[in-house]
């Protein structure tokens, strides 16, 4: 079992800098493959960033060379830093954990990005 606890949402004026963090419980958090999803009012659910266990990385196109995912297995935790931030940013961002065929989901964290 893995629970998932996200924070570092705020409010943000474009062109600013938030970091993110996904904090786990669970020993299988250093091999689970840990993504950050975002969903805007009246969209669809958004894959920005994913972390494999190894440590290898992949962006959506929209937030390439802006964001950057990490993760420190020390702490159980996963960041989000997200910079250059642009108003279309604005959702709520939601930590995801894949292990062996099973998906954990954080309560999500509110990003507001203002023009």
């Known amino acids: 079992q893995v629970h998932l606890v996200e924070s570092g949402g705020g409010l943000v004026q474009a062109g600013g800098s938030l970091r993110l963090s996904c904090a786990a419980s669970?020993?299988?958090?250093?091999?689970?493959?840990i993504s950050w999803y975002r969903q805007a009012p009246g969209k669809q659910r958004e894959l920005v960033a994913v972390i494999t266990s190894g440590g290898s990385t992949n962006y959506a196109d929209s937030v390439k060379g802006r964001f950057t995912i990490s993760r420190d297995n020390a702490k159980n935790t996963v960041y989000l830093q997200m910079n250059s931030l642009k108003p279309e940013d604005t959702a709520v961002y939601i930590c995801?954990?894949?292990?062996?065929?099973?998906?954990?989901w954080g309560q999500g964290t509110q990003v507001t990005v203002s023009s």
């Open positions: 669970g020993s299988i958090f250093r091999l689970a493959v």
């Open positions: 995801n954990a894949d292990y062996r065929y099973q998906s954990y």
